[in-house]
């Protein structure tokens, strides 16, 4: 689970949001929806460790996330956190099979074989991912969220270069983890998307709609 309390973000004088509740348990899955800057990035970005919040907590599980010192931010990305993001974060010059291994958990072999089927890209471990195309690259990075298996996912615009089959496999895949007790957050501009979620929060507005 976890829980968003009174969050403000400011850049300078700008204040996107202030005063911000929110709580997403485990097991369910939150779009987070919101015109085209509205903070849907930033909020993510703050629950990621990515960016500091302006005032108020994170809490995941008992944890409050903006008083983690840089070991246990460390410790929270490596072990509990599967971020999706906008640009993919690939390591371009490396093959599919090399970006799925970096994500590997100490002691885990998952199976690239069963998980590259999954996404639509069975026999392709061994190309570049500079080789592929965006959608192809936005189906490795989900690839490798299943071999990290996070309880804690974060995805932004996941469906983003997709089409509809394969935005709907990326939304069967985030749904199948928060089935296992994930706890999953995207943002989406996305209708159908949205529509697959338990709940939508419109980050603009700062309540469920
Ligand atoms: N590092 C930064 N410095 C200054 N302003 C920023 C920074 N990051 C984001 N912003 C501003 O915060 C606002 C919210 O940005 P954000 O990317 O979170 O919006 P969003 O809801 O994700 O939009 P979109 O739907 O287009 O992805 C924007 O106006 C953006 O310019
Ligand atoms: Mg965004």
Redesign the pocket.
Same mark, same amino acid.
């Given at each position: 689970m976890i829980t968003v309390k009174n969050l403000t973000k400011s850049?300078?004088p700008r204040t996107?949001w202030r005063g911000l509740d929110l709580t997403v348990p485990a097991g369910r899955m939150l779009a987070l929806v =919101?015109a085209?800057?509205? =903070?849907?990035?930033?909020?993510l970005n703050c629950m990621g460790l990515l960016e500091r919040p302006s005032g108020g907590q994170i809490l995941y599980e008992d944890t409050d996330l903006t008083r983690l010192g840089p070991g246990g931010r460390r410790r929270f990305r490596r072990d509990r956190l599967g971020y999706l993001f906008q640009d993919y974060a690939l390591i371009e010059n490396a093959t599919v099979h090399a970006n799925l291994d970096v994500a590997r958990r100490r002691g885990t072999r998952p199976d690239h074989t069963r998980i590259l089927e999954r996404v639509g890209l069975a026999g392709r471990e061994r190309e570049k991912v500079h080789h592929l195309s965006g959608g192809e690259q936005q189906r490795v990075a989900l690839a490798r969220l299943m071999v990290k298996q996070p309880s804690l996912v974060l995805a932004d615009?996941p469906t983003g270069a997709l089409d509809s089959d394969n935005g709907a496999m990326v939304v069967d895949v985030l749904r199948q983890m928060s089935r296992q007790g994930c706890t999953v957050v995207i943002?989406t501009?996305d209708d159908d998307v949205r529509d697959a979620c338990d709940a939508a929060f419109d980050?603009h507005r700062q309540r469920e709609v």
């Open positions: 850049f300078g996107l =919101g085209s800057g509205s =903070g849907k990035t930033t909020l615009e943002a501009h980050v």
